[in-house]
């Protein structure tokens, strides 16, 4: 079966520190893998994704992350974290056992509280 | 990206009434829509897929008696919460999609507190 993992429930980083959050996966094939970022009280706005090429997959609003396939990783990175990034994170990977676009499987999110 | 707008952001209705949230795709006609229910600090649990002119497609414990989905257009579906009830008070998020793309964008979610 698909699963998506996150393991932290919560990240704390100080403003201006890198942060990672991070995400593990198990997929068959290989995956299409997205992150996307909610506000309280909002949807979910997308940051980047992964399809296929370069490992380093750059996005929105200076995260980026990267494709692991040996660790079936794609941490989401960020050099230099902002006080306005906290938030919840959530890494999906789309279901390929669904014929429908877009069919996402999401892992349970994982908070972000930067610290000023 | 593209635009997915929901409405409405928030509603608050009396036990046995029913609530309609619609969600529009802007820029883009979305031949597939989602439907999801997000518990406070928890992850997305989809309820149900539906595809433009034809029938939704409803997650395993999802009544579709009780979540009516429409999806009559390529830009617009609908869910109605039918004779709501305190326990379907949650947050209520759609997202869009098309065979050209590989993500999907989501709504701003509907806030439904059922009293």
């Known amino acids: 079966a698909q699963s998506v993992a996150q393991p932290e429930d919560q990240v704390n980083v100080a403003e201006g520190n890198p942060l990672t959050v991070k995400c593990t996966y198990s997929?068959?094939?290989?995956?299409?893998l997205f992150w996307y970022v909610q506000y309280p009280n909002r949807g979910l706005q997308f940051l980047l994704k992964?399809?296929?090429?370069?490992?380093l997959v750059k996005g929105s609003y200076g995260f980026e992350a990267e494709f692991n396939k040996s660790q079936t990783s794609f941490h989401l990175k960020k050099p230099s974290a902002l006080v306005s990034d906290s938030a919840l994170y959530f890494c999906?990977?789309?279901?390929?056992?669904?014929?429908?676009?877009?069919?996402?499987?999401f892992g349970q999110g994982t908070t972000l509280q930067v610290k000023p | 990206g593209a635009v997915v707008s929901q409405h409405p952001s928030w509603v608050i209705c009396k036990s046995g009434t029913s609530v309609k949230i619609e969600c529009r795709s802007l820029?883009?006609?979305?031949?597939?829509m989602f439907w999801y229910r997000q518990f406070p600090k928890q992850s997305l649990m989809l309820m149900a897929t539906?595809?433009?002119?034809?029938?939704?497609?409803?997650e395993q414990g999802v009544e579709k008696d009780k979540f009516l989905i429409n999806h009559a257009s390529l830009t617009l579906s609908t869910l109605t919460v039918t004779s709501a009830h305190p326990e379907d008070s949650s947050f209520y998020i759609c997202?869009?999609?098309?065979?050209?793309?590989?993500?999907?964008?989501f709504g701003q979610g509907t806030r439904l507190t059922v009293v």
């Open positions: 997202s869009a999609s098309s065979p050209g793309r590989t993500e999907a964008f």
């Open positions: 997929v068959s094939g290989n995956p299409y």
């Open positions: 992964y399809i296929t090429g370069d490992n």
């Open positions: 999906a990977v789309r279901d390929k056992g669904s014929s429908n676009t877009g069919k996402l499987i």
């Open positions: 820029d883009f006609q979305a031949t597939t």
């Open positions: 539906s595809n433009e002119g034809s029938k939704a497609t409803y």
